[in-house]
């Protein structure tokens, strides 16, 4: 069974639209992290969260805003969707937050916005 | 930042032979480095995990060498199957606490 559940596992938007994309995970981590993966890009670090508070964000924009109502919740909404906002996203999640540890993926969100 | 290039992009092989995929790196104070493999509709599953200490280690069916000299990285699969068949990703850790820099992947394909 799948640890890091992500939902929903595609997405289709219009341009200028709000999305929240939901992440949860049952590894009992205390990180959590945001990847996206674009056509065009490897996979990029977005952000991360340890104990529910933002850590890192290593993304431009503030149309991307992580939310973590539970310990094992970051979900991510976008707001102003754009045609290059379409990317797979990744959810991942470490025991805890610091260099060692290991980061465990989800099988991602496919968004496409139109 | 650190930047990591990863080669071939795409690689088929014929079932039983060797498959031997390469990343080089650039920050030579990395020291994490992580192997992930990624099937149709799944997510990332990691392989192996090396340190820096470490040059070379063994998984079930492929080896992952360590050239720090060089500043890179090998995945090695011995007797590739069509199980294989998958995209893989390595992955360097950088300064950034739960920062990795990911290589482009490689779609590695294994025929019977």
């Known amino acids: 069974d799948p640890k890091i559940i992500q939902k929903p596992k595609y997405l289709v938007a219009v341009t200028g639209s709000e999305k929240i994309l939901i992440c949860e995970q049952y590894l009992g981590h205390n990180a959590m992290y945001w990847y996206r993966q674009s056509a065009k890009k490897p996979l990029e670090f977005m952000f991360s969260y340890s104990y529910q508070k933002l850590m890192d964000n290593q993304t431009a924009s503030s149309r991307f805003q992580p939310q973590s109502s539970k310990k094992n919740h970051l979900d991510l909404q976008i707001t102003a969707l754009k045609p290059d906002d379409s990317a797979t996203y990744f959810c991942?999640?470490?025991?805890?937050?610091?260099?060692?540890?290991?980061?465990?993926f989800g099988a991602g969100t496919r968004l496409s916005v139109l | 930042g650190e930047q990591v290039e990863q080669r071939p992009p795409h690689l088929s092989v014929r079932e039983g032979d060797s498959a031997v995929i390469i990343c080089t790196y650039t920050d030579p104070n990395s020291y994490y480095f992580f192997w992930y493999k990624q099937e149709p509709g799944a997510g990332l599953q990691l392989l192996m995990k090396v340190f820096s200490s470490t040059e070379i280690n063994e998984g079930q069916g492929f080896t992952v060498l360590l050239n720090k000299k060089d500043k890179q990285l090998s995945l090695n699969l011995t007797a590739a199957h069509p199980g294989d068949s998958a995209v893989y990703f390595c992955?360097?850790?950088?300064?950034?606490?739960?920062?990795?820099?990911f290589g482009r992947g490689t779609r590695l394909q294994v025929y019977a």
């Open positions: 992955a360097v850790k950088t300064q950034v606490v739960g920062q990795l820099t």
């Open positions: 991942a999640s470490s025991q805890d937050h610091n260099k060692k540890n290991t980061l465990y």
